[in-house]
């Protein structure tokens, strides 16, 4: 059974940096396509970056030149960088990953989630 756990989250004054991390276990070789996406209440979930296998990334724009996904592929593990943190990057953040050959940030597209870890920015 595959599980992912994620970690690192807390709260920051703004413009301050927090590093996520989750945590992937149970599947057989390495996610094709790992991913990061946040909620708040009453909102969609909506993508934040995304990282495939071989290292090709993709941010949603309003984290561009802020946050940095990576990943560790001998640890299965996953990473989000977050500088510089604004208080609309509120929310709880969601690890998600998925096999196959295509990495989109929709969440219809993930087979496999975390249980979040809430990350807080005050003004």
């Known amino acids: 059974q595959v599980h992912l756990v994620e970690s690192g989250g807390g709260s920051v004054q703004a413009g301050g940096s927090l590093r996520l991390s989750c945590a992937a276990s149970?599947?057989?070789?390495?996610?094709?396509?790992m991913a990061w996406f946040r909620q708040t209440p009453g909102k969609e979930r909506e993508g934040v970056a995304y990282?495939?296998?071989?290292?090709?990334?993709n941010y949603a724009d309003s984290v561009k030149g802020r946050f940095t996904i990576s990943r560790d592929n001998a640890k299965n593990t996953l990473y989000l960088q977050m500088n510089s943190l604004k208080p609309e990057d509120t929310a709880m953040y969601y690890c998600?990953?998925?096999?196959?050959?295509?990495?989109?940030?929709?969440?219809?597209?993930?087979?496999?989630w975390g249980q979040g870890t809430q990350v807080t920015v005050s003004s």
């Open positions: 990282a495939t296998q071989y290292d090709t990334a």
């Open positions: 149970g599947y057989s070789s390495s996610f094709y396509c």
């Open positions: 998600a990953a998925k096999g196959g050959s295509r990495c989109q940030l929709s969440v219809a597209e993930f087979d496999y």
